[in-house]
C-alpha cells in the first residue's frame, strides 16, 4: 500500500515581543550566573554593597531613611568593635560604649556577617560602617583561623573598601557563648587581623585593618535550620 506523501509543516514564526523578552530573559540569567561567580567568595562584601547603596542613597540633610536604617542595623544591647586603622582611614577606634547592631548568618548560611557603626573621632562627625563577613562558622562553634573579609564604608560619601575575598583576613580566635534559646542567640567574641588592605570598589585609596576586637549578638532565628541546644555543645 503506498502512502500518501505528508505534508510538510513549517513553525509559525516567534512574534516580536516574544523574541525580545526571550533576549532580556537570556541575559538576565547570564547576568545572574556571572555576578554569583564573581562574587560567590565574597558574599560579605556584596551584603557591604548594598549597605552602601542604603547609605548613600539617603537624603543629603538628613542621613539614611528611617527604613533603610532599620533594615540595616537591627539594634543590640550589646557589642563592640576596637581596630586600628590605616591607609585612606587612619584612625584609631573603640566602639565600646557605642549601641552596635544584631549580627546574623551570613545568606548562604556559611557563617556570620557582623555590622558595626560609629563616629571617627576627629573626622568632622563621618560615620563608619564595617560588615565583617566569616565562615564557615556554625552556630554554636568556637574556632581558631576562621577566613573573613572586611568591608569599611564611610557613610554618606559614596566612598567604600573591600578586601574581596575570604584570603586577606582571618579571626585567629573565635568563641560562641548560648544566651537565649527560645531566640536562639549567642554571643561570638573573636580576635582578627589583616594581612592586605580594603581597597577602594571605585577610584584610588585603600584602608588597612590591622587588627581589631570584636563582640556581637548573632541573631539565628532567621537561619534555615535554628540551632539546637544539643548542637551548641559541640
Same mark, same amino acid.
Given at each position: 500500500m503506498? =502512502?500518501?506523501?505528508?505534508r510538510?509543516?513549517f ?6 515581543e516574544w523574541?525580545?523578552?526571550l533576549?532580556?530573559g537570556a541575559?538576565t ?5 556571572c555576578?554569583?561567580? +564573581?562574587?560567590a ?5 556584596a551584603?557591604?554593597?548594598?549597605a @552602601? @547603596?542604603a547609605?548613600?542613597?539617603a #537624603?543629603? $540633610?538628613?542621613?539614611?531613611t528611617a527604613?533603610a536604617?532599620?533594615?540595616l542595623?537591627? #539594634?543590640?544591647q !550589646?557589642g563592640y ?5 590605616k591607609?585612606?582611614?587612619?584612625t584609631?577606634? &573603640?566602639?565600646?560604649?557605642?549601641p ?8 548562604s548560611?556559611?557563617?556570620v556577617?557582623?555590622? /558595626? =557603626? +560609629?563616629?571617627?573621632?576627629?573626622d ?5 560602617l564595617?560588615?565583617? +563577613?566569616?565562615?564557615?562558622?556554625d552556630?554554636? $562553634?568556637?574556632r581558631?583561623q576562621?577566613p573573613a573579609?572586611?568591608? *569599611? ?5 559614596? $566612598? /567604600?573598601?573591600?578586601?574581596? +575575598?575570604?584570603d =586577606? ?5 573565635v568563641?560562641?557563648?548560648?544566651l &537565649? #534559646?527560645a531566640?536562639?542567640?549567642f ?12 581597597? @577602594?570598589v571605585r577610584?584610588?585609596?585603600?584602608v588597612?585593618?590591622?587588627? /581589631?576586637? *570584636? !563582640? ?6 532567621d537561619? !534555615?535550620?535554628?540551632p539546637t541546644?544539643? !548542637?551548641? @555543645?559541640?
Amino acid at each position: 500500500m503506498v =502512502k500518501s506523501p505528508s505534508r510538510c509543516s513549517f513553525p509559525r514564526p516567534v512574534p516580536i515581543e516574544w523574541q525580545r523578552a526571550l533576549r532580556i530573559g537570556a541575559w538576565t540569567c547570564l547576568l545572574a550566573i556571572c555576578t554569583a561567580c +564573581g562574587r560567590a567568595d565574597n558574599l560579605a562584601s556584596a551584603d557591604a554593597s548594598q549597605a @552602601a @547603596a542604603a547609605t548613600t542613597a539617603a #537624603p543629603a $540633610e538628613g542621613g539614611p531613611t528611617a527604613p533603610a536604617t532599620a533594615a540595616l542595623c537591627q #539594634p543590640s544591647q !550589646e557589642g563592640y568593635l576596637r581596630a586600628r586603622l590605616k591607609g585612606s582611614i587612619d584612625t584609631e577606634l &573603640d566602639w565600646s560604649n557605642t549601641p552596635q547592631c544584631l549580627g546574623a548568618p551570613r545568606p548562604s548560611g556559611d557563617g556570620v556577617r557582623l555590622l /558595626f =557603626k +560609629g563616629p571617627v573621632t576627629g573626622d568632622d562627625g563621618t560615620a563608619l560602617l564595617i560588615v565583617i +563577613g566569616a565562615g564557615p562558622l556554625d552556630a554554636g $562553634e568556637s574556632r581558631r583561623q576562621v577566613p573573613a573579609n572586611i568591608t *569599611v564604608i564611610r557613610e554618606g560619601s559614596g $566612598e /567604600f573598601f573591600a578586601t574581596q +575575598g575570604d584570603d =586577606k583576613c582571618a579571626l585567629d580566635e573565635v568563641t560562641q557563648q548560648l544566651l &537565649d #534559646p527560645a531566640k536562639h542567640r549567642f554571643r561570638l567574641t573573636a580576635r582578627g587581623y589583616c594581612t592586605q588592605p580594603a581597597r @577602594a570598589v571605585r577610584g584610588d585609596g585603600a584602608v588597612l585593618v590591622s587588627r /581589631f576586637d *570584636v !563582640e556581637s549578638i548573632i541573631d539565628y532565628a532567621d537561619a !534555615e535550620t535554628p540551632p539546637t541546644l544539643a !548542637e551548641t @555543645a559541640r
